[in-house]
């Protein structure tokens, strides 16, 4: 998956949209807390990447984006990023080193196990 489908993916499941504003014949793109940005009129044109949040490298953008993961996902998601940091069992928060690492896990590594998580995660070929 490219990080370019990973960001797009996780500003969707965050509630970003796309949609057409037919005032100004444009698309544009909504955040989740309504504020917009102008996008290209073309509707086949990819996202403005520039203007999402950049989840792979930002830590605080993944923190905001896996706040919509329930109690249930939560959990799924710790089984992910146990998979995605390298633990080959599922890991139990006794398990040495396990806090230190899911601590320590990037901002990539989350996007990936938090995709993971709700589905949308496309192996790459």
């Not at 960001?7 to 909504?30: K, L």
């Not at 989740?32 to 509707?43: E, G, I, M, Y």
């Not at 923190?63 to 329930?70: R, V």
């Not at 998601?77 to 940091?85: D, I, Q, S």
Request: aromatic content about 10%; proline content about 6%.
């Amino acid at each position: 998956m490219t990080p370019e489908a990973q960001r797009i993916a996780i500003a969707e499941a965050s509630g970003w949209t796309r949609v057409w504003d037919s005032a100004f014949r444009q698309w544009i793109q909504r955040s989740p807390d309504k504020s917009l940005a102008t996008c290209d009129p073309d509707p086949n044109a990819n996202w403005e990447l520039h203007r999402l949040p950049d989840y792979l490298n930002d830590l605080n953008a993944m923190h905001e984006a896996d706040e919509i993961l329930t109690d249930q996902q939560h959990n799924r998601f710790r089984k992910h990023l146990a998979h995605v940091v390298g633990e080959r069992e599922s890991p139990s928060y006794s398990t040495p080193g396990w806090r230190r690492r899911y601590v320590s896990a990037t901002a990539r590594q989350r996007a990936e196990a938090f995709l993971r998580t709700i589905g949308k995660w496309e192996e790459s070929e």
